[in-house]
Protein backbone atom coordinates (compact mmCIF):
# COMPACT_ATOMS: atom_id res chain seq x y z
CA UNK A 1 0.00 0.00 0.00
CA UNK A 2 1.62 3.65 -0.98
CA UNK A 3 1.95 5.98 1.53
CA UNK A 4 0.92 9.53 1.19
CA UNK A 5 3.94 11.83 1.05
CA UNK A 6 2.68 13.78 3.89
CA UNK A 7 3.22 11.37 6.50
CA UNK A 8 7.06 10.79 5.21
CA UNK A 9 10.19 12.93 5.97
CA UNK A 10 13.53 12.61 4.17
CA UNK A 11 15.45 12.64 7.41
CA UNK A 12 13.64 9.13 8.09
CA UNK A 13 15.29 7.62 4.73
CA UNK A 14 19.01 9.56 5.02
CA UNK A 15 21.45 7.38 5.63
CA UNK A 16 23.61 9.30 7.90
CA UNK A 17 27.18 8.63 6.77
CA UNK A 18 25.99 10.00 3.20
CA UNK A 19 23.30 12.12 3.95
CA UNK A 20 21.69 10.84 1.04
CA UNK A 21 18.56 8.42 0.84
CA UNK A 22 19.11 5.07 1.54
CA UNK A 23 20.19 2.84 -1.17
CA UNK A 24 20.21 -0.86 -0.53
CA UNK A 25 20.40 0.41 3.49
CA UNK A 26 21.33 -2.51 5.92
CA UNK A 27 20.84 -2.81 9.82
CA UNK A 28 23.65 -3.22 12.06
CA UNK A 29 22.91 -5.22 15.19
CA UNK A 30 22.51 -2.23 17.35
CA UNK A 31 19.72 -0.98 15.40
CA UNK A 32 20.73 1.73 12.98
CA UNK A 33 20.56 1.42 9.41
CA UNK A 34 22.73 2.30 6.56
CA UNK A 35 23.53 2.38 2.70
CA UNK A 36 25.49 -0.53 2.12
CA UNK A 37 28.68 0.68 1.07
CA UNK A 38 29.24 3.87 3.22
CA UNK A 39 28.98 1.15 5.96
CA UNK A 40 31.21 -1.54 4.58
CA UNK A 41 33.39 1.80 3.27
CA UNK A 42 33.34 2.96 7.30
CA UNK A 43 34.26 -0.22 8.34
CA UNK A 44 37.02 -0.94 5.44
CA UNK A 45 38.58 2.70 5.99
CA UNK A 46 39.05 1.50 9.71
CA UNK A 47 36.94 4.59 11.04
CA UNK A 48 35.29 1.82 13.06
CA UNK A 49 37.98 1.13 14.96
CA UNK A 50 41.28 -1.02 14.76
CA UNK A 51 40.25 -3.54 16.61
CA UNK A 52 36.53 -3.82 16.74
CA UNK A 53 33.97 -2.74 14.39
CA UNK A 54 31.61 0.29 15.51
CA UNK A 55 28.41 1.62 14.84
CA UNK A 56 28.99 5.32 13.88
CA UNK A 57 25.93 6.62 15.93
CA UNK A 58 25.98 5.05 19.04
CA UNK A 59 29.59 3.47 19.23
CA UNK A 60 28.33 0.44 19.83
CA UNK A 61 31.24 -1.82 19.20
CA UNK A 62 30.98 -6.05 17.72
CA UNK A 63 34.66 -7.68 17.88
CA UNK A 64 33.38 -9.91 14.73
CA UNK A 65 32.05 -7.72 12.00
CA UNK A 66 28.66 -8.61 11.30
CA UNK A 67 27.44 -10.33 8.64
CA UNK A 68 24.53 -7.09 7.17
CA UNK A 69 21.87 -7.79 4.65
CA UNK A 70 20.08 -6.13 2.86
CA UNK A 71 17.01 -4.84 4.85
CA UNK A 72 14.30 -5.49 2.13
CA UNK A 73 11.43 -3.97 3.79
CA UNK A 74 13.09 -0.60 4.15
CA UNK A 75 14.23 -0.67 0.69
CA UNK A 76 10.77 -1.11 -0.32
CA UNK A 77 9.72 1.85 1.52
CA UNK A 78 12.27 3.92 0.48
CA UNK A 79 11.36 3.05 -2.95
CA UNK A 80 8.17 4.21 -2.55
CA UNK A 81 9.38 6.97 -1.13
CA UNK A 82 11.67 8.23 -3.67
CA UNK A 83 8.69 7.52 -6.56
CA UNK A 84 6.32 9.62 -3.96
CA UNK A 85 8.84 12.45 -3.63
CA UNK A 86 9.66 12.33 -7.45
CA UNK A 87 5.90 12.89 -8.47
CA UNK A 88 4.61 15.28 -6.00
CA UNK A 89 7.05 17.96 -6.40
CA UNK A 90 8.54 18.34 -10.30
CA UNK A 91 11.32 19.57 -10.20
CA UNK A 92 12.91 21.93 -12.69
CA UNK A 93 16.90 21.53 -13.45
CA UNK A 94 18.87 24.65 -14.25
CA UNK A 95 22.58 25.00 -15.67
CA UNK A 96 23.53 26.88 -12.71
CA UNK A 97 22.70 23.79 -10.14
CA UNK A 98 19.49 25.17 -8.74
CA UNK A 99 16.07 23.27 -8.26
CA UNK A 100 12.92 25.41 -7.59
CA UNK A 101 9.42 24.51 -7.76
CA UNK A 102 7.52 27.11 -9.86
CA UNK A 103 4.11 26.59 -8.42
CA UNK A 104 5.22 27.69 -4.71
CA UNK A 105 6.57 31.04 -6.06
CA UNK A 106 4.10 32.24 -8.13
CA UNK A 107 5.23 35.43 -8.51
CA UNK A 108 9.25 34.67 -8.64
CA UNK A 109 9.54 36.37 -11.78
CA UNK A 110 9.84 40.12 -9.70
CA UNK A 111 12.09 38.54 -7.18
CA UNK A 112 15.98 39.34 -7.93
CA UNK A 113 17.85 36.21 -9.07
CA UNK A 114 19.48 34.43 -5.77
CA UNK A 115 22.80 33.14 -5.24
CA UNK A 116 22.82 29.15 -5.62
CA UNK A 117 21.98 27.46 -2.33
CA UNK A 118 24.34 25.32 -1.06
CA UNK A 119 23.43 21.47 -1.48
CA UNK A 120 22.80 19.74 1.69
CA UNK A 121 25.50 18.52 3.63
CA UNK A 122 27.99 21.13 2.06
CA UNK A 123 30.77 23.00 4.51
CA UNK A 124 31.93 26.16 3.88
CA UNK A 125 34.65 26.33 2.18
CA UNK A 126 37.45 27.50 4.88
CA UNK A 127 36.05 24.45 7.28
CA UNK A 128 36.52 21.99 4.04
CA UNK A 129 40.09 23.06 3.28
CA UNK A 130 40.67 22.74 7.50
CA UNK A 131 39.55 18.96 7.41
CA UNK A 132 41.28 18.39 4.07
CA UNK A 133 44.43 19.56 5.37
CA UNK A 134 44.54 17.73 8.83
CA UNK A 135 43.44 14.27 7.02
CA UNK A 136 46.81 14.87 4.92
CA UNK A 137 48.85 15.75 8.04
CA UNK A 138 47.62 12.47 9.29
CA UNK A 139 48.35 10.88 6.16
CA UNK A 140 51.97 12.01 5.73
CA UNK A 141 55.24 9.82 5.65
CA UNK A 142 56.68 12.04 8.64
CA UNK A 143 53.48 11.00 11.17
CA UNK A 144 53.14 7.56 13.67
CA UNK A 145 51.92 4.71 11.64
CA UNK A 146 51.63 7.02 8.60
CA UNK A 147 51.61 4.98 5.05
CA UNK A 148 53.09 7.68 2.43
CA UNK A 149 50.61 8.11 -0.30
CA UNK A 150 51.55 5.98 -3.65
CA UNK A 151 53.55 9.03 -6.13
CA UNK A 152 51.00 8.67 -8.88
CA UNK A 153 48.61 9.66 -6.15
CA UNK A 154 48.30 12.84 -4.23
CA UNK A 155 45.42 11.51 -2.55
CA UNK A 156 45.36 8.78 -0.43
CA UNK A 157 42.49 6.53 -0.51
CA UNK A 158 41.32 7.32 3.10
CA UNK A 159 41.86 11.18 1.73
CA UNK A 160 39.89 10.18 -1.21
CA UNK A 161 37.37 8.56 0.33
CA UNK A 162 36.55 11.33 2.89
CA UNK A 163 36.65 13.89 0.27
CA UNK A 164 33.91 12.01 -1.81
CA UNK A 165 31.53 12.20 1.54
CA UNK A 166 29.07 15.14 0.71
CA UNK A 167 29.22 16.19 3.94
CA UNK A 168 33.30 17.43 3.05
CA UNK A 169 32.18 18.93 -0.31
CA UNK A 170 33.47 22.83 -0.73
CA UNK A 171 31.08 25.34 -1.65
CA UNK A 172 33.69 26.60 -4.23
CA UNK A 173 33.79 23.13 -5.97
CA UNK A 174 31.54 23.17 -9.17
CA UNK A 175 29.28 20.44 -9.47
CA UNK A 176 28.08 19.36 -12.96
CA UNK A 177 25.97 16.64 -11.93
CA UNK A 178 22.75 17.40 -10.97
CA UNK A 179 20.97 16.70 -7.60
CA UNK A 180 18.95 13.26 -7.52
CA UNK A 181 14.82 13.61 -8.54
CA UNK A 182 13.92 12.65 -5.37
CA UNK A 183 16.01 15.11 -3.02
CA UNK A 184 15.18 18.68 -4.01
CA UNK A 185 17.87 20.73 -2.27
CA UNK A 186 15.95 23.03 0.07
CA UNK A 187 16.20 26.81 -0.03
CA UNK A 188 16.83 28.27 3.80
CA UNK A 189 14.96 31.04 4.30
CA UNK A 190 15.96 32.73 7.40
CA UNK A 191 12.13 34.06 7.34
CA UNK A 192 10.44 31.25 7.82
CA UNK A 193 11.65 28.42 9.61
CA UNK A 194 12.18 24.90 8.22
CA UNK A 195 9.93 21.91 8.46
CA UNK A 196 11.26 19.94 10.86
CA UNK A 197 10.89 23.36 13.14
CA UNK A 198 8.10 22.19 15.68
CA UNK A 199 10.68 19.14 16.92
CA UNK A 200 13.44 21.97 18.27
CA UNK A 201 13.94 24.22 21.01
CA UNK A 202 12.44 27.18 21.30
CA UNK A 203 14.31 30.61 21.09
CA UNK A 204 13.96 31.72 25.28
CA UNK A 205 13.03 35.44 23.94
CA UNK A 206 11.57 34.94 20.58
CA UNK A 207 9.57 31.21 21.16
CA UNK A 208 10.99 30.21 17.37
CA UNK A 209 12.52 26.71 16.68
CA UNK A 210 16.38 27.01 17.38
CA UNK A 211 17.11 25.86 14.01
CA UNK A 212 19.94 28.38 13.08
CA UNK A 213 23.72 28.23 14.38
CA UNK A 214 25.40 31.49 14.70
CA UNK A 215 29.31 31.03 13.63
CA UNK A 216 29.88 34.25 15.31
CA UNK A 217 28.98 33.91 18.79
CA UNK A 218 28.97 30.09 18.55
CA UNK A 219 25.24 29.64 20.04
CA UNK A 220 22.04 28.53 18.15
CA UNK A 221 19.70 31.07 17.22
CA UNK A 222 16.13 31.26 15.99
CA UNK A 223 15.16 33.12 12.63
CA UNK A 224 13.84 36.62 14.44
CA UNK A 225 17.51 36.48 15.77
CA UNK A 226 19.31 36.32 12.18
CA UNK A 227 16.92 38.72 11.63
CA UNK A 228 15.72 41.64 13.28
CA UNK A 229 17.86 40.87 16.84
CA UNK A 230 21.50 40.87 17.72
CA UNK A 231 23.01 38.21 15.53
CA UNK A 232 21.62 40.03 12.38
CA UNK A 233 24.83 40.10 9.95
CA UNK A 234 26.74 37.31 11.91
CA UNK A 235 28.11 34.47 10.07
CA UNK A 236 25.11 32.25 10.42
CA UNK A 237 23.96 28.51 8.65
CA UNK A 238 21.28 26.31 9.73
CA UNK A 239 22.35 24.46 12.92
CA UNK A 240 21.54 21.13 11.48
CA UNK A 241 24.50 21.42 8.73
CA UNK A 242 26.92 22.64 11.50
CA UNK A 243 25.62 19.72 13.64
CA UNK A 244 26.58 17.28 10.61
CA UNK A 245 30.31 19.33 10.08
CA UNK A 246 30.92 19.23 13.97
CA UNK A 247 30.11 14.94 13.71
CA UNK A 248 32.68 14.87 10.82
CA UNK A 249 35.18 16.96 13.02
CA UNK A 250 34.93 14.12 15.54
CA UNK A 251 35.69 11.74 13.76
CA UNK A 252 38.97 13.30 12.40
CA UNK A 253 39.29 13.89 16.29
CA UNK A 254 39.39 10.03 17.00
CA UNK A 255 41.63 9.28 14.41
CA UNK A 256 44.06 10.85 15.09
CA UNK A 257 43.76 10.37 18.97
CA UNK A 258 43.75 6.38 17.71
CA UNK A 259 47.30 7.36 16.30
CA UNK A 260 48.50 8.79 19.58
CA UNK A 261 47.30 5.71 21.46
CA UNK A 262 48.67 3.66 18.86
CA UNK A 263 52.02 5.33 19.07
CA UNK A 264 51.88 5.43 23.15
CA UNK A 265 51.28 1.98 22.85
CA UNK A 266 54.49 1.11 20.39
CA UNK A 267 56.16 3.24 23.16
CA UNK A 268 55.09 0.99 25.85
CA UNK A 269 55.62 -2.37 24.13
CA UNK A 270 59.34 -0.83 23.65
CA UNK A 271 59.94 -0.02 26.97
CA UNK A 272 58.66 -3.38 28.26
CA UNK A 273 61.06 -4.98 25.92
CA UNK A 274 63.87 -3.39 26.64
CA UNK A 275 63.54 -3.69 30.65
CA UNK A 276 63.21 -7.54 29.36
CA UNK A 277 66.76 -7.13 27.68
CA UNK A 278 68.13 -5.16 30.07
CA UNK A 279 67.12 -7.79 32.86
CA UNK A 280 68.68 -10.65 30.66
CA UNK A 281 71.76 -8.94 30.27
CA UNK A 282 72.03 -8.18 33.93
CA UNK A 283 71.16 -12.22 34.66
CA UNK A 284 74.09 -12.77 31.84
CA UNK A 285 76.64 -10.27 33.45
CA UNK A 286 75.77 -11.48 36.98
CA UNK A 287 77.14 -15.37 36.04
CA UNK A 288 79.74 -14.59 34.58
CA UNK A 289 80.94 -11.99 36.90
CA UNK A 290 79.99 -14.58 39.56
CA UNK A 291 81.86 -17.26 37.34
CA UNK A 292 84.94 -14.86 36.74
CA UNK A 293 85.00 -14.33 40.37
CA UNK A 294 85.04 -17.63 41.62
CA UNK A 295 88.05 -18.65 39.06
CA UNK A 296 89.77 -15.65 41.02
CA UNK A 297 89.28 -16.93 44.16
CA UNK A 298 89.94 -20.57 43.22
CA UNK A 299 93.19 -19.42 42.07
CA UNK A 300 94.12 -17.78 44.99
CA UNK A 301 93.49 -20.58 46.89
CA UNK A 302 95.29 -22.95 44.35
CA UNK A 303 98.11 -20.54 45.31
CA UNK A 304 98.08 -20.59 48.89
CA UNK A 305 97.92 -24.41 48.83
CA UNK A 306 100.80 -24.33 46.40
CA UNK A 307 102.55 -21.90 48.25
CA UNK A 308 101.81 -23.21 51.88
CA UNK A 309 103.26 -27.23 50.93
CA UNK A 310 106.59 -25.40 49.48
CA UNK A 311 106.46 -23.92 52.70
CA UNK A 312 105.51 -27.04 54.78
CA UNK A 313 108.13 -29.08 52.61
CA UNK A 314 110.95 -26.34 53.07
CA UNK A 315 110.24 -26.74 56.78
CA UNK A 316 110.19 -30.70 56.60
CA UNK A 317 113.78 -30.45 55.07
CA UNK A 318 115.08 -27.82 57.86
CA UNK A 319 113.94 -30.08 60.51
CA UNK A 320 115.38 -33.84 58.82
CA UNK A 321 119.20 -31.88 58.44
CA UNK A 322 118.62 -30.49 62.03
CA UNK A 323 117.45 -34.17 63.18
CA UNK A 324 120.66 -35.74 61.55
CA UNK A 325 122.89 -33.39 62.80
CA UNK A 326 121.30 -33.81 66.36
CA UNK A 327 122.42 -37.59 65.87
CA UNK A 328 125.52 -37.01 65.34
CA UNK A 329 126.40 -34.21 67.12
CA UNK A 330 124.97 -36.97 69.96
CA UNK A 331 127.00 -39.89 68.84
CA UNK A 332 130.18 -37.76 69.16
CA UNK A 333 129.31 -36.27 72.67
CA UNK A 334 128.76 -40.25 73.85
CA UNK A 335 132.44 -41.04 72.22
CA UNK A 336 133.93 -38.31 74.11
CA UNK A 337 132.38 -38.43 77.63
CA UNK A 338 133.15 -42.50 77.42
CA UNK A 339 137.05 -41.07 76.88
CA UNK A 340 136.92 -38.10 79.83
CA UNK A 341 135.44 -41.36 81.79
CA UNK A 342 138.51 -43.58 81.24
CA UNK A 343 140.92 -41.12 81.80
CA UNK A 344 139.29 -40.16 85.45
CA UNK A 345 139.70 -43.94 85.88
CA UNK A 346 143.17 -44.13 84.61
CA UNK A 347 144.20 -41.54 86.89
CA UNK A 348 143.00 -42.87 90.36
CA UNK A 349 144.66 -46.59 88.95
CA UNK A 350 147.32 -48.03 91.36
CA UNK A 351 148.43 -50.31 88.16
CA UNK A 352 151.45 -48.55 87.26
CA UNK A 353 152.12 -51.43 84.31
CA UNK A 354 148.54 -51.00 83.31
CA UNK A 355 148.85 -47.03 83.20
CA UNK A 356 151.47 -47.44 81.04
CA UNK A 357 149.92 -49.55 78.19
CA UNK A 358 146.81 -47.85 78.13
CA UNK A 359 148.09 -43.99 78.63
CA UNK A 360 149.81 -43.48 74.92
CA UNK A 361 145.68 -44.66 73.59
CA UNK A 362 143.74 -42.69 75.58
CA UNK A 363 146.22 -39.79 75.82
CA UNK A 364 146.18 -39.29 71.84
CA UNK A 365 143.30 -36.33 70.81
CA UNK A 366 140.76 -37.87 69.25
CA UNK A 367 139.96 -37.16 65.57
CA UNK A 368 136.93 -34.86 65.98
CA UNK A 369 134.31 -32.98 63.41
CA UNK A 370 134.83 -29.18 62.88
CA UNK A 371 130.91 -28.27 63.83
CA UNK A 372 131.84 -24.45 63.93
CA UNK A 373 130.89 -23.91 60.37
CA UNK A 374 127.64 -26.85 60.58
CA UNK A 375 124.25 -25.02 61.18
CA UNK A 376 120.39 -25.10 60.17
CA UNK A 377 118.93 -22.39 58.09
CA UNK A 378 116.42 -21.82 55.15
CA UNK A 379 115.08 -19.07 53.42
CA UNK A 380 111.90 -18.40 54.50
CA UNK A 381 113.05 -17.09 57.69
CA UNK A 382 114.49 -14.10 55.58
CA UNK A 383 110.13 -13.37 54.18
CA UNK A 384 110.70 -13.94 50.59
CA UNK A 385 107.33 -15.29 50.16
CA UNK A 386 105.92 -11.70 51.98
CA UNK A 387 108.34 -9.84 49.73
CA UNK A 388 106.79 -11.32 46.47
CA UNK A 389 102.91 -11.96 47.72
CA UNK A 390 102.65 -8.08 49.28
CA UNK A 391 103.56 -6.15 46.26
CA UNK A 392 100.97 -8.47 43.93
CA UNK A 393 97.89 -7.80 47.01
CA UNK A 394 98.76 -3.98 46.75
CA UNK A 395 98.05 -4.04 42.59
CA UNK A 396 95.19 -6.13 43.32
CA UNK A 397 93.35 -4.22 45.62
CA UNK A 398 94.02 -1.39 43.82
CA UNK A 399 92.81 -2.65 40.78
CA UNK A 400 89.77 -4.22 42.24
CA UNK A 401 89.21 -0.84 43.86
CA UNK A 402 88.62 0.70 40.38
CA UNK A 403 85.98 -2.26 39.22
CA UNK A 404 83.40 -0.81 40.92
CA UNK A 405 83.53 2.67 39.47
CA UNK A 406 83.82 0.83 35.79
CA UNK A 407 80.52 -0.49 36.46
CA UNK A 408 78.73 2.39 38.24
CA UNK A 409 79.33 4.11 34.50
CA UNK A 410 77.11 1.67 33.10
CA UNK A 411 74.44 0.71 35.81
CA UNK A 412 71.00 2.21 36.10
CA UNK A 413 69.39 4.72 38.02
CA UNK A 414 67.61 2.36 40.25
CA UNK A 415 69.86 0.50 42.38
CA UNK A 416 69.22 -3.39 42.14
CA UNK A 417 69.85 -6.37 44.07
CA UNK A 418 73.35 -7.68 43.41
CA UNK A 419 74.54 -11.44 43.35
CA UNK A 420 76.23 -12.12 46.69
CA UNK A 421 79.08 -14.62 46.50
CA UNK A 422 79.41 -15.22 49.98
CA UNK A 423 76.71 -17.69 49.20
CA UNK A 424 79.29 -20.00 48.30
CA UNK A 425 80.80 -19.55 52.03
CA UNK A 426 77.99 -19.97 53.93
CA UNK A 427 76.93 -23.06 52.43
CA UNK A 428 80.12 -24.44 54.22
CA UNK A 429 78.77 -24.04 57.55
CA UNK A 430 75.31 -26.37 56.19
CA UNK A 431 73.49 -27.83 59.04
CA UNK A 432 71.69 -30.93 59.20
CA UNK A 433 68.21 -29.39 60.78
CA UNK A 434 65.19 -31.19 61.46
CA UNK A 435 61.71 -30.20 63.35
CA UNK A 436 60.79 -30.94 66.76
CA UNK A 437 57.25 -32.58 66.72
CA UNK A 438 56.90 -31.43 70.48
CA UNK A 439 57.25 -28.04 69.88
CA UNK A 440 54.51 -27.96 66.78
CA UNK A 441 50.89 -26.05 66.92
CA UNK A 442 47.99 -28.53 67.05
CA UNK A 443 47.07 -27.97 63.50
CA UNK A 444 51.14 -28.62 62.03
CA UNK A 445 51.52 -31.65 60.50
CA UNK A 446 55.33 -33.02 60.69
CA UNK A 447 56.55 -35.37 58.00
CA UNK A 448 58.33 -38.70 59.48
CA UNK A 449 61.58 -37.62 58.77
CA UNK A 450 61.37 -33.96 59.94
CA UNK A 451 61.80 -32.40 57.45
CA UNK A 452 58.51 -31.26 56.24
CA UNK A 453 55.91 -29.12 57.59
CA UNK A 454 52.02 -28.05 56.25
CA UNK A 455 49.23 -26.51 58.30
CA UNK A 456 46.51 -29.11 58.46
CA UNK A 457 42.51 -27.77 58.49
CA UNK A 458 41.65 -29.17 61.94
CA UNK A 459 43.69 -29.64 65.43
CA UNK A 460 45.20 -33.01 65.92
CA UNK A 461 45.25 -34.64 69.24
CA UNK A 462 48.54 -34.27 70.60
CA UNK A 463 50.08 -33.67 74.36
CA UNK A 464 49.55 -29.62 75.61
CA UNK A 465 52.90 -29.59 77.02
CA UNK A 466 54.85 -26.28 77.68
CA UNK A 467 57.50 -26.62 74.74
CA UNK A 468 54.25 -26.53 72.24
CA UNK A 469 53.24 -23.43 70.46
CA UNK A 470 49.30 -23.31 71.08
CA UNK A 471 48.38 -19.79 69.96
CA UNK A 472 50.45 -19.21 66.55
CA UNK A 473 50.87 -21.83 63.79
CA UNK A 474 54.68 -22.19 64.08
CA UNK A 475 57.67 -25.21 65.12
CA UNK A 476 61.15 -25.10 66.19
CA UNK A 477 64.00 -27.48 65.39
CA UNK A 478 65.84 -29.94 67.52
CA UNK A 479 69.05 -27.97 66.94
CA UNK A 480 69.92 -25.69 69.32
CA UNK A 481 72.96 -23.16 68.76
CA UNK A 482 74.62 -21.09 71.54
CA UNK A 483 78.00 -20.58 69.26
CA UNK A 484 79.08 -20.82 65.63
CA UNK A 485 78.33 -20.25 62.24
CA UNK A 486 75.21 -22.59 60.74
CA UNK A 487 73.45 -22.54 57.99
CA UNK A 488 70.31 -24.26 56.10
CA UNK A 489 67.95 -23.91 53.27
CA UNK A 490 63.75 -23.81 53.38
CA UNK A 491 61.78 -24.27 50.05
CA UNK A 492 59.00 -22.04 49.69
CA UNK A 493 58.20 -22.33 46.08
CA UNK A 494 54.42 -21.97 45.95
CA UNK A 495 53.55 -20.71 49.19
CA UNK A 496 51.46 -17.16 49.44
CA UNK A 497 52.27 -16.81 53.41
CA UNK A 498 55.27 -18.02 55.52
CA UNK A 499 57.93 -17.03 58.37
CA UNK A 500 61.55 -18.58 58.33
CA UNK A 501 64.20 -17.69 60.91
CA UNK A 502 65.16 -18.34 64.41
CA UNK A 503 63.99 -17.94 67.63
CA UNK A 504 65.56 -18.07 71.58
CA UNK A 505 64.98 -21.12 73.48
CA UNK A 506 63.21 -19.36 75.97
CA UNK A 507 60.80 -17.76 73.84
CA UNK A 508 57.06 -17.41 75.36
CA UNK A 509 55.15 -20.11 73.41
CA UNK A 510 51.81 -19.79 74.63
CA UNK A 511 48.92 -17.15 73.68
CA UNK A 512 49.20 -14.03 71.49
CA UNK A 513 52.83 -13.69 70.94
CA UNK A 514 54.75 -10.50 69.85
CA UNK A 515 57.28 -11.49 67.35
CA UNK A 516 60.61 -8.97 67.24
CA UNK A 517 63.71 -9.28 68.15
CA UNK A 518 63.48 -7.81 71.79
CA UNK A 519 61.14 -10.88 72.42
CA UNK A 520 63.57 -13.36 70.89
CA UNK A 521 62.38 -13.56 67.69
CA UNK A 522 64.25 -12.77 64.30
CA UNK A 523 62.75 -13.92 60.86
CA UNK A 524 61.65 -12.90 57.47
CA UNK A 525 58.01 -12.74 56.20
CA UNK A 526 55.87 -13.58 53.16
CA UNK A 527 52.63 -12.26 52.83
CA UNK A 528 49.63 -12.35 49.93
CA UNK A 529 52.89 -13.66 47.21
CA UNK A 530 54.43 -9.86 47.35
CA UNK A 531 55.07 -8.58 50.82
CA UNK A 532 58.53 -9.13 52.59
CA UNK A 533 59.38 -7.70 55.52
CA UNK A 534 61.97 -8.26 58.21
CA UNK A 535 59.64 -8.85 61.79
CA UNK A 536 61.11 -5.59 63.84
CA UNK A 537 58.64 -2.88 65.87
CA UNK A 538 57.85 -2.08 63.32
CA UNK A 539 57.79 -4.02 60.66
CA UNK A 540 60.62 -3.63 58.20
CA UNK A 541 59.02 -3.46 54.62
CA UNK A 542 61.77 -5.04 52.20
CA UNK A 543 61.63 -5.01 48.20
CA UNK A 544 62.47 -8.69 46.62
CA UNK A 545 62.99 -9.13 43.31
CA UNK A 546 63.29 -11.75 41.66
CA UNK A 547 60.76 -13.33 44.16
CA UNK A 548 62.72 -17.18 45.64
CA UNK A 549 62.08 -20.12 45.63
CA UNK A 550 64.19 -21.37 48.00
CA UNK A 551 65.25 -19.10 51.01
CA UNK A 552 68.89 -19.85 52.77
CA UNK A 553 68.93 -18.41 56.83
CA UNK A 554 72.70 -18.48 57.81
CA UNK A 555 73.56 -17.27 61.38
CA UNK A 556 76.64 -16.68 63.05
CA UNK A 557 76.31 -16.58 66.65
CA UNK A 558 79.08 -15.28 67.78
CA UNK A 559 78.70 -12.25 66.25
CA UNK A 560 74.88 -11.90 66.13
CA UNK A 561 74.23 -11.95 62.61
CA UNK A 562 71.25 -13.74 61.06
CA UNK A 563 71.15 -13.05 57.17
CA UNK A 564 68.20 -14.89 54.55
CA UNK A 565 69.32 -15.40 50.78
CA UNK A 566 67.63 -15.75 47.58
CA UNK A 567 69.36 -19.67 46.80
CA UNK A 568 68.48 -19.80 43.17
CA UNK A 569 69.53 -16.06 42.10
CA UNK A 570 72.53 -16.04 44.55
CA UNK A 571 71.31 -13.00 46.24
CA UNK A 572 71.36 -11.35 49.99
CA UNK A 573 67.60 -10.39 50.75
CA UNK A 574 68.68 -9.37 54.13
CA UNK A 575 71.01 -9.08 57.37
CA UNK A 576 70.79 -8.21 60.58
CA UNK A 577 73.05 -7.68 63.75
CA UNK A 578 71.67 -8.10 67.29
CA UNK A 579 72.95 -10.11 70.13
CA UNK A 580 71.95 -13.64 71.22
CA UNK A 581 72.06 -14.33 75.08
CA UNK A 582 70.44 -17.47 74.99
CA UNK A 583 70.59 -20.89 72.99
CA UNK A 584 68.52 -20.28 69.69
CA UNK A 585 66.59 -22.71 67.45
CA UNK A 586 65.77 -22.59 63.27
CA UNK A 587 62.22 -21.30 62.97
CA UNK A 588 59.58 -22.07 60.52
CA UNK A 589 55.84 -20.89 60.05
CA UNK A 590 54.05 -22.23 57.04
CA UNK A 591 50.97 -20.21 58.10
CA UNK A 592 47.24 -21.49 57.41
CA UNK A 593 45.77 -22.89 54.21
CA UNK A 594 43.78 -19.42 53.30
CA UNK A 595 40.80 -21.76 52.02
CA UNK A 596 43.97 -24.16 49.77
CA UNK A 597 46.11 -21.61 48.57
CA UNK A 598 48.82 -21.60 51.26
CA UNK A 599 48.82 -25.38 51.23
CA UNK A 600 51.74 -25.87 50.12
CA UNK A 601 53.95 -27.00 53.01
CA UNK A 602 57.86 -25.81 54.10
CA UNK A 603 60.64 -28.33 52.97
CA UNK A 604 64.00 -28.73 54.43
CA UNK A 605 66.44 -28.87 51.69
CA UNK A 606 70.03 -30.53 51.34
CA UNK A 607 72.68 -27.71 50.63
CA UNK A 608 74.35 -28.21 47.95
CA UNK A 609 78.44 -28.67 48.48
CA UNK A 610 80.11 -25.62 47.48
CA UNK A 611 81.85 -25.74 43.83
Not at 497 to 519: E, M, Y
Not at 566 to 580: G, Q
Amino acid sequence: MALPAAFLSEEQFTCSICLEVFNNPVSTPCGHSFCQACISSYWDGGLGGAKCYQCPLCKESFRKRPELHINRTLKEITEQFKQLANAEEPVNRTGGGEVEDPNSHPHHHHHQAQPPTPRPGEMPGNIFAEMMTRFQRLQSPGMPNATPPYPSDPHPQSLRRLSAHPAFQSPDTEHHDPPPPYSPPRRFSLSSPGESSSNLPLCPIHLRGLEFFCRTDNTCVCSVCVEIAEHRGHNVIPAKREWHIKKAQLGIAEVELKDLICERERKVEEIYNSSREIQAAAERETDAAVCAFSKLISSVEHCQAEILEVIEMARRAAEHRAQSLLRELEEEIAELKKRSAALRQLAVSEDHIGFLKVFPVLCTPPQAKNWSSVSVSSELTSGVILRTVNPLMDRFQEEMRKLPEVCQRVSVDQPVSRPNPKIRRVQEYAADITLDPSTAHPRLIISADGKQVQCGDRHQLVPDSPERFDRVVCVLAHQGFSSGRHYWEVEVGGKTDWDLGVASHSVNRKGKITVNPAQGYWFLSLRDHTDYAFRTEPSTNLIVHPKPSRIGIYVDCDKGLVSFYNVEAKLLIYTFTDSFPDTIHPFFSPCTNKSGRNEAPLTICPVATPE
